[in-house]
């Protein structure tokens, strides 16, 4: 009896403790057999008092916050009062409960030794499968994680916050989680915006913090772009090399104008700037628009103090957009050739069946090319370009299409006039086409690559205008007017800080600028224009020493080589210079038409190819200037990493090393303002046109600050082989001629 009396007690008392700590535990299995009348069934009524009033609708109050809750015996039990105090702020026990839940997944036992020393190993068990040993292990699934990654998902894919809401993806969530017992709830539309918007936020404060913990200066770009919904758009892009010196593209504000004005545009991105904290430009890369040259102009006044050589050298011309303005004038003077051309491959791209003849018609001239025929943008010469090219590969399956089928016939199909136009097209354009990709990187260093490139495009026109081909030096003449007027001979003009960028690259210095310029303008005027070069470097110098410094670098480079993430070097971009050729295209009218070798002939016009360690006036060695330019020239290795060579140089040039973190940062191309552009026309379309613009600039700099991935701008020939070879599938599965597990799968 006193056995029972006492375990009675300490029945008790083990449940009085559970109730203070964790409201999970049931208390029915543990009170004694023969149970007092005035005992409480369950271990909520400690927390909740029973109300006065009608016995046959008793109902019951929280002791804690109030909350009054149905509590007959028979028709309601204790289970929503237990609920309740789950949830309960005022619960003065509560234990917040582990969200945290556990699944078991296989992992190789290699990879079990990189896992955080928190994650626990149940059971470990070896197997040997032939794919190496693994072992079970207890892993986390955080649902404000998960939720937070299908946010990202939303953001970095332009998907519209509906999604979330489908049929289809609420399926495939429980069919992934376990539709018994779901481990995420899908959260709705209005929830993952919100979600959105924190993320945007946190972000951002993220990339302050980095501009204010680096005090580093940075260069813009800034384009203008007016929606479907006839809303103007504003976009500034910060360019800027980090303390490990690596270069970074991170969008600062998508914007809402009111008009394209310049006064409204320099206005605007003053403000943005003062959001955003930063004081310190180099310079601002925009389109040749006269709107901008009144943007520029109020932002020198609003940031005097902040600018290099007081805003003198502020504005970079967008060089894509003068190579475009240039060669666009070309093509309108064939578009007879360049339309029937088009037609042919409209035809043979409208149809599958036709597609697949003319592929045929390929076979048959044995031609042996992986690409197909792709139509063009016609506002994009670039594109053009690369239509005109693939197409002259497939000029003979053309002809055979021709004779074989009498529709294309009847569909005035190009004569051997307009192949032997576009190839003229072609080979004098290649120049133009390697440029323009060349100038319009933004994740590889280009203003030490442009002065090249312009020097290679002037002496292309000034060979192919003398020639003998009255067709191409017409072209060239023409060509070289308009060069000439946004290139010619006039310093303001032409921004001195990218001739400043090719003597801060170690392959050229300032010999290479005196050779280049002897080679196209004589002794005379190069020698005036390495002298306005060489002043205006020293100017920069003494500018910057006796200056604060323009960035506290080199006391955080591993703090801050941690929190910025890492963007494509210029390491991956090849600058590869191909052998001088100053082989004119006098006799290309003359080539046969079934001559395909002609059209692969890479053409390069490059100056600084034959540039070699020339003589140069002796300097005294005062300062960095001079034992730098002094110094042997590095090898001109096609893999050369000019911000590689600064990052192991810095402490040998102090000065000189932060002169070239902000020159080098100096983007030549408005491209990484347009492409943004691209993401917006995904995210504000005739199916989401109610995107408020708070939004709509949320969602497109988060995608930039996520996406990490380098954008690739080359225009690739669209190789569709496995497509046709995929279609042809489907298309024998369909009619039967074969099972759908007979198709072949592609990876």
């Known amino acids: 009896m006193e056995r029972e009396e006492a375990t009675t007690e300490e029945t008790k008392e083990t449940t009085r403790i559970k109730a203070t700590i964790n409201v999970d535990e049931e208390e029915v299995d543990e009170t004694p057999t023969k149970r007092r009348r005035n005992m409480p069934v ?65 992992k190789p036992k290699e990879e079990t030794a990189k896992t955080d020393p928190l994650q626990l190993v149940c059971e470990p068990k070896e197997e040997t499968d032939g794919d190496g040993s693994s072992q079970v292990l ?88 007016t929606s479907e919904q006839n809303i103007n758009y504003m976009v500034l892009t910060a360019h800027f090399v980090d303390c490990d010196w690596k270069l970074h593209k991170k969008i600062l504000s998508f914007s809402q104008i009111e008009s394209h004005n310049g006064h409204t545009i320099g206005k605007a991105i003053e403000k943005n700037l003062k959001d955003w904290g930063i004081k310190r430009i180099v310079t601002l890369t925009a389109d040749n628009a006269s709107s901008n040259d009144a943007s520029i102009a109020f932002l020198i006044k609003r940031f005097n103090k902040g600018l290099i050589c007081n805003g003198e050298y502020m504005h970079v011309k967008s060089y894509s957009q003068i190579l475009n303005l240039i060669v666009c004038d070309v093509f309108k003077d064939h578009n007879e050739s360049i339309g029937r051309i088009r037609n042919a491959v409209r035809y043979v791209r409208s149809s599958p069946a036709r597609l697949m003849k003319f592929k045929k018609c390929a076979e ?153 310029w002897n080679n196209l303008f004589g002794p005379d005027i190069a020698m005036t224009k390495t002298r306005i070069v060489e002043n205006a470097l020293r100017r920069l110098f003494h500018e910057y020493n006796i200056g604060p410094s323009s960035s506290n670098c080199n006391s955080s480079s591993a703090s801050c080589s941690t929190s910025v993430s890492a963007s494509a070097s210029a390491c991956d971009f090849a600058n590869e210079i191909h052998s001088y050729d100053c082989m004119a295209l006098d006799t290309i009218m003359d080539v046969d038409v079934k001559d395909e070798v002609e059209t692969d002939v890479d053409l390069d016009y490059g100056i600084t190819n034959s540039f070699k360690d020339v003589e140069t006036t002796t300097l005294d060695k005062e300062s960095e200037i001079d034992v730098y330019l002094l110094e042997s020239l590095a090898p001109a290795d096609s893999y050369f990493d000019i911000l590689h060579w600064w990052k192991q140089n810095e402490h040998r040039f102090e000065v000189l090393s ?31 046109c109610s995107v408020a613009p708070k939004m709509m600039e949320a969602l497109i700099c988060t995608h930039n600050w996520l996406n990490t991935n380098p954008i690739n701008l080359e ?7 496995e497509d046709l070879r995929f279609e042809e599938g489907f298309r024998a599965v369909m009619d039967g001629e074969k099972d759908v597990e007979d198709m072949e799968d592609f990876v």
């Open 138 to 225: 207890c892993e986390s699934i955080n649902s404000e994680s998960c939720r937070e990654t299908l946010a990202e998902m939303i953001i970095m894919e332009a998907l519209p916050f509906k999604f979330v809401e489908s049929k289809g993806f609420k399926r495939f969530v429980s069919k992934l989680t376990g539709s018994q017992e779901p481990k995420f709830v899908v959260p709705s539309r209005f929830t993952i915006a919100r979600d959105i918007l924190k993320i945007y936020v946190n972000e951002k404060q993220k990339l302050k913090d980095i501009f204010v913990k680096m005090k580093c200066k940075v260069c813009l770009t800034t384009d203008c772009w």
């Open 715 to 721: 225009i690739h020939n669209q190789d569709l082989e």
């Open 364 to 516: 048959n001239e044995k031609i042996s090319s992986n690409s197909v025929v792709c139509l063009d943008f016609p506002n994009r010469w670039d594109s053009t370009y690369v239509m005109l090219e693939v197409a002259l590969k497939f000029a003979k399956a053309f002809d055979r299409l021709e004779n074989d089928e009498d529709a294309y016939r009847n569909d005035m199909p190009p004569t051997n006039e307009d192949w032997a136009i576009a190839r003229l097209l072609i080979r004098f354009l290649k120049v133009f086409y390697n440029v323009t990709l060349k100038v319009s990187g933004s994740l590889y260093t280009t203003s030490n690559v442009v002065f090249h490139e312009i020097c290679r495009i002037q002496n292309c026109l000034q060979l192919n205008g003398d020639s003998g081909n009255k067709m191409l030096s017409t072209m060239a003449k023409n060509m070289k007017a308009k060069f000439d007027k946004y290139w010619e001979d006039d310093e303001k003009k032409n921004n001195i800080l990218l001739c400043i960028a090719v003597v801060l690259d170690p392959r050229y210095k300032l010999k290479c600028l005196k050779y280049c």
């Open 658 to 688: 932060r002169i070239s973190r902000d020159i080098l940062a100096i983007p030549v191309s408005t491209v990484s303002s347009e492409s943004t552009f691209n993401i917006g026309g995904c995210v504000v379309n005739s199916n989401r």
């Open 42 to 106: 369950s271990i909520v009524w400690q927390h909740f008092e029973r109300l006065k009033g009608d016995p046959n609708e008793p109902y019951a109050r929280c002791k804690y916050c109030g909350a009054t809750y149905a509590c007959h015996s028979k028709r309601n039990g204790t289970g929503t009062m237990k609920n309740h105090l789950e949830s309960c702020k005022k619960y003065p026990f509560e234990r917040k409960r582990d969200s945290f839940q556990k699944t078991s997944p296989f």
